[in-house]
Protein backbone atom coordinates (compact mmCIF):
# COMPACT_ATOMS: atom_id res chain seq x y z
CA UNK A 1 0.00 0.00 0.00
CA UNK A 2 1.67 3.62 -1.16
CA UNK A 3 1.63 5.54 1.56
CA UNK A 4 1.32 9.52 1.62
CA UNK A 5 2.03 12.21 3.93
CA UNK A 6 0.03 15.34 3.11
CA UNK A 7 0.96 18.76 5.28
CA UNK A 8 -2.13 21.53 5.80
CA UNK A 9 -4.33 18.63 5.54
CA UNK A 10 -6.72 20.48 7.59
CA UNK A 11 -7.14 22.61 5.10
CA UNK A 12 -9.28 23.13 1.78
CA UNK A 13 -6.79 20.89 -0.46
CA UNK A 14 -5.36 19.03 2.09
CA UNK A 15 -9.15 17.68 2.90
CA UNK A 16 -10.05 16.61 -0.82
CA UNK A 17 -6.45 15.19 -1.35
CA UNK A 18 -6.84 13.16 1.84
CA UNK A 19 -10.59 12.06 0.52
CA UNK A 20 -8.89 11.41 -3.12
CA UNK A 21 -5.79 9.07 -2.10
CA UNK A 22 -7.70 7.20 0.53
CA UNK A 23 -9.99 6.15 -2.14
CA UNK A 24 -7.16 5.70 -4.42
CA UNK A 25 -6.05 3.26 -1.42
CA UNK A 26 -3.07 4.92 0.02
CA UNK A 27 -2.34 5.22 3.43
CA UNK A 28 -2.33 8.76 4.53
CA UNK A 29 -0.65 10.20 7.12
CA UNK A 30 -1.31 14.30 7.55
CA UNK A 31 0.39 17.24 9.42
CA UNK A 32 -1.85 18.94 11.92
CA UNK A 33 -1.07 22.43 14.12
CA UNK A 34 -2.14 22.60 17.49
CA UNK A 35 -5.15 24.95 17.72
CA UNK A 36 -7.06 26.34 21.10
CA UNK A 37 -9.98 25.69 19.14
CA UNK A 38 -10.55 22.19 16.67
CA UNK A 39 -9.25 22.89 13.28
CA UNK A 40 -10.16 19.08 11.62
CA UNK A 41 -13.84 20.27 10.66
CA UNK A 42 -13.03 19.29 6.96
CA UNK A 43 -11.69 16.10 7.65
CA UNK A 44 -13.39 14.79 10.60
CA UNK A 45 -15.41 12.37 8.81
CA UNK A 46 -11.90 10.93 7.85
CA UNK A 47 -10.94 10.89 11.18
CA UNK A 48 -14.09 9.19 12.85
CA UNK A 49 -15.01 7.15 9.90
CA UNK A 50 -13.85 3.69 8.72
CA UNK A 51 -10.39 4.93 6.82
CA UNK A 52 -9.74 6.68 10.90
CA UNK A 53 -10.69 3.46 12.34
CA UNK A 54 -8.77 1.30 10.10
CA UNK A 55 -5.72 3.24 10.69
CA UNK A 56 -5.61 4.15 7.10
CA UNK A 57 -5.84 7.63 8.03
CA UNK A 58 -3.96 9.20 11.01
CA UNK A 59 -3.15 12.50 11.73
CA UNK A 60 0.71 14.01 13.46
CA UNK A 61 0.90 16.87 15.42
CA UNK A 62 3.55 18.97 13.62
CA UNK A 63 4.48 22.64 12.27
CA UNK A 64 6.05 23.97 9.48
CA UNK A 65 8.21 26.26 11.27
CA UNK A 66 9.50 23.17 13.32
CA UNK A 67 12.13 21.17 12.22
CA UNK A 68 12.32 18.19 14.33
CA UNK A 69 8.49 17.67 14.49
CA UNK A 70 8.69 17.24 10.61
CA UNK A 71 11.19 14.86 10.51
CA UNK A 72 10.48 12.41 13.23
CA UNK A 73 6.50 12.41 11.11
CA UNK A 74 8.99 11.60 7.88
CA UNK A 75 11.26 8.86 10.01
CA UNK A 76 7.97 7.06 11.84
CA UNK A 77 5.80 7.57 8.37
CA UNK A 78 9.01 6.86 5.44
CA UNK A 79 6.23 8.15 2.85
CA UNK A 80 6.39 7.30 -1.03
CA UNK A 81 4.99 10.81 -1.46
CA UNK A 82 4.56 13.86 0.55
CA UNK A 83 2.46 16.75 -0.42
CA UNK A 84 3.56 20.04 1.15
CA UNK A 85 0.30 22.46 1.17
CA UNK A 86 0.61 23.95 4.95
CA UNK A 87 1.27 27.88 4.60
CA UNK A 88 -0.30 30.76 5.77
CA UNK A 89 -1.98 31.04 2.75
CA UNK A 90 -3.48 34.54 3.12
CA UNK A 91 -2.20 37.09 1.26
CA UNK A 92 -3.42 40.17 2.53
CA UNK A 93 -2.53 38.65 5.90
CA UNK A 94 1.30 38.29 4.90
CA UNK A 95 1.17 41.54 4.60
CA UNK A 96 0.68 41.97 8.81
CA UNK A 97 3.04 38.59 9.29
CA UNK A 98 5.50 38.84 6.42
CA UNK A 99 8.09 37.06 8.91
CA UNK A 100 6.22 34.56 10.21
CA UNK A 101 4.65 34.02 6.45
CA UNK A 102 8.28 33.46 5.20
CA UNK A 103 9.04 30.79 8.25
CA UNK A 104 6.25 29.11 7.27
CA UNK A 105 6.08 29.00 3.40
CA UNK A 106 9.67 29.35 2.29
CA UNK A 107 11.32 27.91 5.04
CA UNK A 108 9.03 25.53 5.62
CA UNK A 109 9.21 23.64 2.14
CA UNK A 110 13.03 23.68 2.89
CA UNK A 111 13.04 21.99 6.40
CA UNK A 112 10.95 18.81 4.90
CA UNK A 113 13.44 18.75 1.63
CA UNK A 114 16.16 18.76 3.98
CA UNK A 115 14.92 16.01 6.39
CA UNK A 116 13.34 14.11 2.89
CA UNK A 117 17.47 13.89 1.95
CA UNK A 118 19.16 13.35 5.61
CA UNK A 119 16.81 10.31 6.23
CA UNK A 120 17.90 9.05 3.13
CA UNK A 121 14.27 8.73 1.63
CA UNK A 122 15.67 8.38 -1.95
CA UNK A 123 11.99 6.94 -3.27
CA UNK A 124 10.15 9.76 -1.54
CA UNK A 125 8.17 12.23 -4.16
CA UNK A 126 7.90 15.33 -3.11
CA UNK A 127 4.78 18.29 -4.07
CA UNK A 128 5.06 21.98 -3.55
CA UNK A 129 1.98 23.91 -3.86
CA UNK A 130 3.44 26.94 -5.69
CA UNK A 131 0.67 29.38 -6.92
CA UNK A 132 -0.18 32.08 -9.62
CA UNK A 133 0.28 34.59 -7.13
CA UNK A 134 4.28 34.20 -8.11
CA UNK A 135 3.24 35.93 -11.60
CA UNK A 136 1.96 38.94 -9.49
CA UNK A 137 2.55 41.51 -11.86
CA UNK A 138 2.71 39.78 -14.95
CA UNK A 139 4.78 39.86 -17.63
CA UNK A 140 3.22 37.74 -20.15
CA UNK A 141 -0.44 36.66 -20.72
CA UNK A 142 -1.67 34.16 -20.39
CA UNK A 143 0.64 32.53 -17.91
CA UNK A 144 2.58 29.87 -18.39
CA UNK A 145 5.52 27.59 -16.61
CA UNK A 146 8.37 29.94 -18.67
CA UNK A 147 6.65 33.52 -17.81
CA UNK A 148 9.07 34.92 -15.49
CA UNK A 149 7.67 35.40 -12.41
CA UNK A 150 6.83 39.24 -10.27
CA UNK A 151 5.44 38.64 -6.91
CA UNK A 152 3.85 40.94 -5.42
CA UNK A 153 3.34 39.83 -1.71
CA UNK A 154 5.63 38.84 1.28
CA UNK A 155 3.43 35.51 0.60
CA UNK A 156 4.18 35.22 -3.03
CA UNK A 157 8.16 36.45 -2.19
CA UNK A 158 7.96 32.95 0.25
CA UNK A 159 6.36 31.13 -2.09
CA UNK A 160 8.69 31.89 -4.64
CA UNK A 161 11.83 30.63 -2.93
CA UNK A 162 9.85 27.58 -2.22
CA UNK A 163 9.34 27.20 -5.91
CA UNK A 164 13.50 27.49 -6.58
CA UNK A 165 14.40 25.32 -3.38
CA UNK A 166 12.24 22.74 -4.97
CA UNK A 167 13.68 22.76 -8.67
CA UNK A 168 17.18 23.07 -6.86
CA UNK A 169 16.83 20.00 -4.57
CA UNK A 170 15.43 18.20 -7.70
CA UNK A 171 18.98 19.43 -9.76
CA UNK A 172 21.40 19.20 -7.32
CA UNK A 173 20.23 15.79 -5.70
CA UNK A 174 18.17 14.03 -8.12
CA UNK A 175 15.15 14.08 -5.88
CA UNK A 176 11.50 13.53 -7.58
CA UNK A 177 10.24 17.12 -6.32
CA UNK A 178 8.00 19.08 -8.73
CA UNK A 179 6.00 22.64 -8.74
CA UNK A 180 2.15 22.60 -9.17
CA UNK A 181 1.77 25.92 -10.10
CA UNK A 182 -1.71 26.61 -9.63
CA UNK A 183 -4.15 29.45 -9.87
CA UNK A 184 -7.41 30.10 -7.91
CA UNK A 185 -9.54 26.94 -7.04
CA UNK A 186 -12.14 27.13 -4.82
CA UNK A 187 -15.02 24.91 -2.99
CA UNK A 188 -18.00 25.62 -0.54
CA UNK A 189 -15.09 24.29 2.09
CA UNK A 190 -12.75 27.04 0.69
CA UNK A 191 -12.01 29.30 3.86
CA UNK A 192 -14.32 31.98 4.47
CA UNK A 193 -11.94 35.14 4.13
CA UNK A 194 -10.63 34.59 0.77
CA UNK A 195 -13.03 36.33 -1.68
CA UNK A 196 -15.29 33.63 -3.18
CA UNK A 197 -16.44 32.03 0.35
CA UNK A 198 -16.98 35.39 1.85
CA UNK A 199 -19.22 36.68 -1.20
CA UNK A 200 -21.18 33.08 -1.47
CA UNK A 201 -21.71 33.02 2.21
CA UNK A 202 -22.40 37.03 2.80
CA UNK A 203 -25.01 36.60 -0.21
CA UNK A 204 -26.92 33.71 1.20
CA UNK A 205 -27.63 35.25 4.71
CA UNK A 206 -27.83 38.57 2.65
CA UNK A 207 -31.25 36.89 1.42
CA UNK A 208 -32.12 35.18 4.44
CA UNK A 209 -32.38 38.32 6.72
CA UNK A 210 -29.49 37.55 8.48
CA UNK A 211 -26.88 39.77 6.90
CA UNK A 212 -27.34 43.35 5.95
CA UNK A 213 -24.44 44.32 3.35
CA UNK A 214 -21.40 42.47 1.79
CA UNK A 215 -18.32 44.72 2.15
CA UNK A 216 -15.59 44.04 -0.46
CA UNK A 217 -11.92 45.66 -1.77
CA UNK A 218 -10.96 45.81 -5.33
CA UNK A 219 -13.76 44.61 -7.58
CA UNK A 220 -11.52 44.72 -10.39
CA UNK A 221 -9.36 42.05 -9.64
CA UNK A 222 -9.33 39.31 -12.24
CA UNK A 223 -8.66 35.83 -11.37
CA UNK A 224 -9.00 32.12 -12.88
CA UNK A 225 -10.97 30.24 -10.56
CA UNK A 226 -11.42 26.64 -10.78
CA UNK A 227 -12.68 23.69 -8.38
CA UNK A 228 -10.24 22.78 -5.69
CA UNK A 229 -11.49 19.15 -5.93
CA UNK A 230 -10.23 19.19 -9.90
CA UNK A 231 -7.24 20.48 -8.79
CA UNK A 232 -6.02 17.66 -6.34
CA UNK A 233 -5.98 15.57 -8.48
CA UNK A 234 -3.21 17.31 -10.75
CA UNK A 235 -1.38 17.00 -7.55
CA UNK A 236 -1.51 13.58 -7.76
CA UNK A 237 -0.56 13.05 -11.53
CA UNK A 238 2.38 15.41 -11.19
CA UNK A 239 3.59 12.47 -9.04
CA UNK A 240 3.28 9.54 -10.88
CA UNK A 241 5.22 10.53 -14.02
CA UNK A 242 8.54 8.78 -15.24
CA UNK A 243 10.36 12.18 -14.88
CA UNK A 244 9.67 15.09 -12.03
CA UNK A 245 8.72 18.47 -13.62
CA UNK A 246 6.68 21.24 -13.05
CA UNK A 247 3.10 22.29 -13.93
CA UNK A 248 0.42 25.06 -14.26
CA UNK A 249 -2.96 24.36 -13.56
CA UNK A 250 -5.60 26.33 -14.25
CA UNK A 251 -8.98 26.97 -16.73
CA UNK A 252 -7.80 29.63 -18.94
CA UNK A 253 -11.33 31.59 -18.20
CA UNK A 254 -10.90 34.79 -16.69
CA UNK A 255 -13.29 36.88 -14.16
CA UNK A 256 -13.40 39.54 -12.02
CA UNK A 257 -14.71 39.91 -8.87
CA UNK A 258 -18.05 41.89 -9.67
CA UNK A 259 -19.10 38.93 -11.64
CA UNK A 260 -18.20 36.64 -9.17
CA UNK A 261 -20.33 38.45 -6.82
CA UNK A 262 -23.14 38.56 -10.39
CA UNK A 263 -22.63 35.15 -10.97
CA UNK A 264 -23.33 34.42 -7.09
CA UNK A 265 -26.62 36.39 -7.21
CA UNK A 266 -28.08 34.66 -10.25
CA UNK A 267 -27.22 31.06 -8.42
CA UNK A 268 -29.22 32.32 -5.39
CA UNK A 269 -32.23 33.84 -7.59
CA UNK A 270 -31.27 36.92 -6.51
CA UNK A 271 -31.00 40.62 -8.65
CA UNK A 272 -27.86 43.11 -8.08
CA UNK A 273 -27.35 45.95 -9.97
CA UNK A 274 -23.87 47.82 -9.64
CA UNK A 275 -23.62 51.59 -10.07
CA UNK A 276 -20.95 54.20 -8.68
CA UNK A 277 -17.57 53.88 -9.70
CA UNK A 278 -14.08 53.38 -7.48
CA UNK A 279 -14.77 54.32 -3.48
CA UNK A 280 -18.27 54.79 -4.41
CA UNK A 281 -19.39 51.66 -6.39
CA UNK A 282 -22.61 50.10 -4.68
CA UNK A 283 -24.65 46.97 -5.64
CA UNK A 284 -27.96 47.53 -5.03
CA UNK A 285 -30.84 44.64 -5.07
CA UNK A 286 -34.66 44.73 -6.71
CA UNK A 287 -35.52 46.95 -4.34
CA UNK A 288 -33.08 49.31 -4.14
CA UNK A 289 -31.17 48.89 -1.02
CA UNK A 290 -27.57 48.72 -1.37
CA UNK A 291 -26.10 45.07 0.03
CA UNK A 292 -22.66 45.53 -1.62
CA UNK A 293 -20.23 48.07 -1.05
CA UNK A 294 -16.91 48.95 -0.87
CA UNK A 295 -14.20 49.50 1.96
CA UNK A 296 -10.69 50.30 1.68
CA UNK A 297 -9.92 48.27 4.60
CA UNK A 298 -10.02 45.46 2.36
CA UNK A 299 -7.54 46.70 -0.73
CA UNK A 300 -3.81 45.60 -0.16
CA UNK A 301 -0.53 47.70 -0.15
CA UNK A 302 0.59 46.33 -3.73
CA UNK A 303 -2.08 44.35 -5.65
CA UNK A 304 -2.05 41.61 -8.07
CA UNK A 305 -4.98 42.66 -10.82
CA UNK A 306 -5.18 39.90 -13.47
CA UNK A 307 -4.30 36.52 -13.59
CA UNK A 308 -4.84 34.16 -16.64
CA UNK A 309 -3.05 30.67 -16.70
CA UNK A 310 -1.96 28.57 -19.88
CA UNK A 311 -2.19 25.25 -18.66
CA UNK A 312 -1.05 23.24 -22.41
CA UNK A 313 1.97 21.73 -20.88
CA UNK A 314 -0.79 19.83 -18.23
CA UNK A 315 -3.42 19.10 -21.07
CA UNK A 316 -0.50 17.91 -23.24
CA UNK A 317 1.35 15.52 -20.39
CA UNK A 318 -1.28 15.13 -17.92
CA UNK A 319 -4.45 15.11 -19.90
CA UNK A 320 -5.52 18.03 -17.83
CA UNK A 321 -9.09 19.50 -18.76
CA UNK A 322 -10.75 21.70 -16.03
CA UNK A 323 -13.75 19.53 -15.43
CA UNK A 324 -15.43 22.24 -13.60
CA UNK A 325 -17.36 25.54 -15.35
CA UNK A 326 -17.14 28.28 -13.20
CA UNK A 327 -20.96 28.87 -13.22
CA UNK A 328 -21.10 25.44 -11.68
CA UNK A 329 -18.30 26.24 -9.07
CA UNK A 330 -20.23 29.12 -7.93
CA UNK A 331 -23.91 27.41 -8.29
CA UNK A 332 -22.20 24.56 -5.73
CA UNK A 333 -20.70 27.44 -3.55
CA UNK A 334 -23.96 28.71 -3.13
CA UNK A 335 -26.22 26.11 -2.74
CA UNK A 336 -23.77 24.96 0.23
CA UNK A 337 -23.83 28.24 1.80
CA UNK A 338 -27.64 29.04 1.81
CA UNK A 339 -27.92 25.41 3.25
CA UNK A 340 -25.71 26.14 6.05
CA UNK A 341 -27.50 29.99 6.50
CA UNK A 342 -30.58 27.98 7.13
CA UNK A 343 -29.02 25.64 9.24
CA UNK A 344 -27.70 28.49 11.64
CA UNK A 345 -30.86 30.32 11.37
CA UNK A 346 -32.87 27.05 12.97
P1 LIG B 1 -5.76 26.71 3.44
O1 LIG B 1 -5.46 28.04 4.02
O2 LIG B 1 -7.18 26.25 3.35
O3 LIG B 1 -4.97 25.59 4.25
C1 LIG B 1 -3.64 25.80 4.70
C2 LIG B 1 -3.24 24.64 5.58
O4 LIG B 1 -1.93 24.88 6.12
C3 LIG B 1 -4.15 24.45 6.82
O5 LIG B 1 -4.24 23.07 7.09
C4 LIG B 1 -3.38 25.15 7.92
O6 LIG B 1 -3.68 24.70 9.22
C5 LIG B 1 -1.97 24.73 7.53
N1 LIG B 1 -0.91 25.54 8.12
C6 LIG B 1 -0.77 26.89 8.09
N2 LIG B 1 0.35 27.26 8.73
C7 LIG B 1 0.93 26.12 9.19
C8 LIG B 1 2.10 25.84 9.94
N3 LIG B 1 2.92 26.80 10.35
N4 LIG B 1 2.38 24.55 10.24
C9 LIG B 1 1.55 23.54 9.84
N5 LIG B 1 0.42 23.75 9.14
C10 LIG B 1 0.13 25.02 8.81
O7 LIG B 1 -5.08 26.67 1.98
P2 LIG B 1 -5.52 25.86 0.67
O8 LIG B 1 -5.93 24.51 1.05
O9 LIG B 1 -6.41 26.72 -0.14
O10 LIG B 1 -4.13 25.82 -0.12
C11 LIG B 1 -3.21 24.75 0.04
C12 LIG B 1 -1.83 25.20 -0.40
O11 LIG B 1 -1.87 25.57 -1.77
C13 LIG B 1 -1.27 26.40 0.34
O12 LIG B 1 0.11 26.22 0.44
C14 LIG B 1 -1.59 27.58 -0.58
O13 LIG B 1 -0.65 28.60 -0.37
C15 LIG B 1 -1.42 26.91 -1.93
N6 LIG B 1 -2.21 27.45 -3.03
C16 LIG B 1 -3.57 27.58 -2.90
C17 LIG B 1 -4.34 27.99 -3.95
C18 LIG B 1 -5.82 28.15 -3.85
O14 LIG B 1 -6.40 28.83 -4.70
N7 LIG B 1 -6.48 27.54 -2.87
C19 LIG B 1 -3.71 28.31 -5.27
C20 LIG B 1 -2.28 28.08 -5.31
C21 LIG B 1 -1.58 27.67 -4.23
P3 LIG B 1 -4.99 25.27 10.02
O15 LIG B 1 -6.16 24.52 9.45
O16 LIG B 1 -4.67 24.93 11.41
O17 LIG B 1 -5.07 26.74 9.73
P1 LIG C 1 -5.83 35.53 -3.70
O1 LIG C 1 -7.31 35.21 -3.18
O2 LIG C 1 -5.27 36.74 -3.08
O3 LIG C 1 -5.91 35.49 -5.20
O4 LIG C 1 -5.02 34.28 -3.13
P2 LIG C 1 -8.41 36.12 -2.47
O5 LIG C 1 -9.68 35.39 -2.64
O6 LIG C 1 -8.00 36.50 -1.10
O7 LIG C 1 -8.41 37.47 -3.36
C1 LIG C 1 -8.72 37.44 -4.75
C2 LIG C 1 -8.85 38.86 -5.25
O8 LIG C 1 -10.05 39.45 -4.70
C3 LIG C 1 -9.75 40.75 -4.23
N1 LIG C 1 -10.71 41.12 -3.18
C4 LIG C 1 -10.80 40.57 -1.96
N2 LIG C 1 -10.12 39.55 -1.39
C5 LIG C 1 -10.48 39.17 -0.13
N3 LIG C 1 -9.86 38.13 0.46
N4 LIG C 1 -11.46 39.83 0.58
C6 LIG C 1 -12.16 40.87 0.04
O9 LIG C 1 -13.03 41.44 0.68
C7 LIG C 1 -11.82 41.25 -1.30
N5 LIG C 1 -12.30 42.19 -2.13
C8 LIG C 1 -11.64 42.11 -3.27
C9 LIG C 1 -8.31 40.66 -3.75
O10 LIG C 1 -7.75 41.96 -3.62
C10 LIG C 1 -7.71 39.80 -4.84
O11 LIG C 1 -7.33 40.58 -5.94
C11 LIG C 1 -5.53 32.96 -3.21
C12 LIG C 1 -4.97 32.18 -2.03
O12 LIG C 1 -5.60 30.92 -1.98
C13 LIG C 1 -3.47 31.98 -2.19
O13 LIG C 1 -3.00 31.09 -1.17
C14 LIG C 1 -3.20 31.37 -3.57
O14 LIG C 1 -1.81 31.22 -3.76
C15 LIG C 1 -3.80 32.24 -4.67
O15 LIG C 1 -5.20 32.36 -4.44
C16 LIG C 1 -3.61 31.62 -6.04
Known amino acids: MAVALITGVTGQDGAYLAEFLLSKGYEVHGIKRRTSLFNTARIDHLVDGEYGKSGKFTLHHGDMTDSSSLTNILMKTKPDEVYNLAAQSHVAVSFEEPEYTANSDALGPLRLLEAIRFLGLEKTRFYQASTSELYGLVQEVPQRETTPFYPRSPYAVAKLYAYWITVNYREAYGMYACNGILFNHE ?97 KDANGKVIVSVD ?38 AEADLAEARRDNV
Open 187 to 283: SPIRGETFVTRKITRALARIKLGTQDSLKLGNMDALRDWGHARDYVEMMWLMLQQDTPDDFVIATGVQYSVRDFVQAAAKALDMEITFEGEGLDEVG
Open 296 to 333: PRYFRPAEVETLLGDASKAREKLGWTPPTSFEDLVAEM
